[in-house]
């Protein structure tokens, strides 16, 4: 199926706030009620519809365990947008975010346009929760970031928390935010090919990659 952009996401955050379910839910439409720790990297895909243009998404799910960092942060800097997941009924996986963020900006190395999604996971636990909506909100605020509440549960905004970042790096494209020419000479690769449909002319696809 063609496409207009191609974006590379990641996801990151502590382990076990629902980094692997919210994909999972996104791609998938399944819940693993189990905690299946990441080793590493996971890969998905799934293509969303920005205005009209279709838009395909590969999203990178990293492991939080501390052990894997050294792997994971390799994943920062070509990233166009990033998920950071935080689960709103354990105080310290919010307590981390600031330092998930600095991390992300370390590794990001001059990509400052990321777009940056912090997300309130499990607000299916109601009864449980530990973080209020409005510190989730305050803390985005203050950083720069888009922020939602999330279950991979009960897929609560997960169709919404991908396609939302994605408006946001389209938004940045079309001001000129993320200049298309000067990524060109930092994208992984551009792909442009031609399809002959008809006498009708060309699609260009690109794929979206900031510096590497
Ligand atoms: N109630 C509820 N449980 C969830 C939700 N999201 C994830 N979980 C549960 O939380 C646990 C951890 O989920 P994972 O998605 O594996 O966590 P992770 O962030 O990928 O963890 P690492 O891979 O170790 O970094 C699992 O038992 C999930 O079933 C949610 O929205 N609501
Ligand atoms: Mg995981």
Known sequence: ??????????????????????????????????HDLTIGVEFGQRMVTIGK???KLQIWDTAGQEAFRSITKSYYRSAAAALLVYDITRRETFNHVASWLEEMREQADGNNNITIMLVGNKSDLAQRRAVSTEEGEQFAKENGLAFMETSARTRHNVEEAFPQ????VCQKIQEGAIDLSKVSAVLHYVVLYFLLAGAYGVHLTIVVSLAE
Do not use: E, N, W
Not at 8 to 33: A, E
Not at 165 to 168: A, E, F, K, Q
């Open 1 to 34: 199926m063609s496409f207009a952009y191609k974006f590379r996401y990641i996801v990151v955050g502590d382990t076990g706030v629902g980094k692997s379910c919210l994909l999972l839910q996104f791609t998938d439409k399944r819940f693993q009620p189990v």
């Open 165 to 168: 970042s994605s408006s946001m």
């Open 53 to 55: 243009k279709k838009i």
